[in-house]
């Protein structure tokens, strides 16, 4: 069976600082991952993937992610915060095969500050 | 972008009564479709999965009579709460995915807030 954890519920930065949402899988297969924000009263927008090429991936808006087999890990980062980051942020997993459903994490809220 | 469509978005009803949540995919054809349920803050639990033309498959602990499933086009899924109680209220989300993509052409709509008075 495939599961996430992310680490942190919540993670609060300053405008125009590092952002890092950590994130650890477990799949019995080759997994995919994918990181998903939300704002508030909205649907899921995909932020990035991972499906077994490139082990660092970019998306959009500027954020990256890392697959580290050997740590069982995807942490989310982005090198300067925006306001307009402040949202819920999801670490899914997808293991691959039938439906190739998805295994959404607990969620971290990420707060920006001034 | 590809646009899934939610309707209503929010909605407000009675104990005992039924209500029906759309999903829409507008300029794809979606062979399948997920329905999620995601508490105040909570994850998004996968409730079923819905194939055009074929029944859903719920996920364990999800009561299939209760929650009706109907996926009778490529973009269009419903589900309907049946005899909706107070613990029925909650966030539901629906996603569809592209009938020619994987999980790369998976999206979501903008869910629907559920509240049973």
């Known amino acids: 069976a495939q599961s996430v954890t992310q680490l942190d519920s919540h993670v609060s930065v300053s405008e125009g600082t590092p952002v890092l949402l950590r994130c650890n899988y477990s799949?019995?297969?080759?997994?995919?991952l994918f990181w998903y924000v939300q704002h508030p009263n909205k649907g899921l927008q995909l932020l990035l993937k991972?499906?077994?090429?490139?082990?660092l991936v970019k998306g959009i808006n500027g954020f990256e992610a890392e697959f580290k087999k050997s740590e069982t890990s995807f942490h989310l980062t982005k090198p300067s915060a925006h306001m307009s980051d402040a949202a819920e942020y999801f670490c899914?997993?997808?293991?691959?095969?039938?439906?190739?459903?998805?295994?959404f994490g607990t969620g971290t809220r990420l707060l920006v500050s001034p | 972008g590809a646009v899934v469509s939610q309707h209503p978005s929010w909605v407000i009803c009675k104990s005992g009564t039924s209500v029906k949540i759309e999903c829409r995919s507008l300029?794809?054809?979606?062979?399948?479709m997920f329905w999620y349920r995601q508490f105040p803050k909570q994850s998004l639990m996968l409730m079923a999965t819905?194939?055009?033309?074929?029944?859903?498959?719920?996920e364990q602990g999800v009561e299939k009579d209760k929650f009706l499933i109907n996926h009778a086009s490529l973009t269009l899924s419903t589900l309907t709460v049946t005899s909706a109680h107070p613990e029925d209220s909650s966030f539901y989300i629906c996603?569809?995915?592209?009938?020619?993509?994987?999980?790369?052409?998976?999206?979501f709509g903008s869910g629907t807030q559920l509240s049973v008075l």
């Open positions: 996603s569809a995915r592209d009938r020619y993509g994987a999980n790369e052409k998976l999206f």
């Open positions: 799949s019995s297969y080759s997994p995919s």
């Open positions: 991972y499906t077994s090429a490139a082990t």
């Open positions: 899914v997993v997808s293991d691959n095969t039938g439906f190739q459903k998805l295994v």
């Open positions: 300029d794809f054809q979606a062979t399948t």
């Open positions: 819905s194939n055009e033309g074929s029944k859903a498959t719920y």
